[in-house]
């Protein structure tokens, strides 16, 4: 097979030393993006939320995001008053589509849920809208603690 391969720019490896808060009120190992690499339309971070935590209601403008769950579980939140629900957790795969509200609750008091975050842009904590409005805790009374 031939194969002819053309690129523009370097590999790089990033390993971040601590986790800094993210906008979204997550805390994030940031790994692949704008600031690290030379990335113009991806970033690759690892999230989580530490036992009993929430994040904040938020969402991502024009670009979309994937998560892996890695590590226990979060019962997150959806919809214009979120008012659509799921548990995420270890293995799952979950879509988040652009400009969606959203919120995820730490359902355990003693366990990190954690998460390999991708995003389809390279600087998307400058695209994070937080939203005030729906951050009442309107879920916690639905969210299903584990502990």
């Not at 720019?9 to 030379?38: C, I, M, Y």
């Not at 670009?63 to 997150?76: D, M, P, T, Y």
């Not at 975050?117 to 600087?123: C, H, N, P, V, W």
């Amino acid at each position: 097979m031939d194969l002819k391969v053309d690129w523009d720019g370097d590999v790089t490896r990033v390993h971040p030393e601590k986790s800094q808060r993210a906008k979204q009120d997550v805390n994030a190992l940031f790994g692949v993006n704008g600031v690290t690499t030379p990335s113009k339309h991806l970033s690759l971070l690892v999230t989580y939320l530490k036992p009993g935590e929430k994040s904040n209601a938020h969402y991502h403008l024009e670009h979309e995001s994937a998560l892996f769950g890695i590590g226990g579980s979060v019962h997150f939140f959806w919809g214009r008053e979120l008012e659509h629900d799921l548990v995420v957790g270890k293995g799952d795969f979950l879509y988040i589509p652009p400009f969606c509200p959203h919120v995820s609750y730490n359902r355990s008091h003693t366990v990190d849920a954690s998460f390999v975050t991708a995003r389809t842009d390279a600087y998307e904590q400058e695209r994070v809208v937080v939203l005030p409005d729906l951050d009442d805790d309107r879920c916690k009374p639905r969210v299903s603690y584990i502990d």
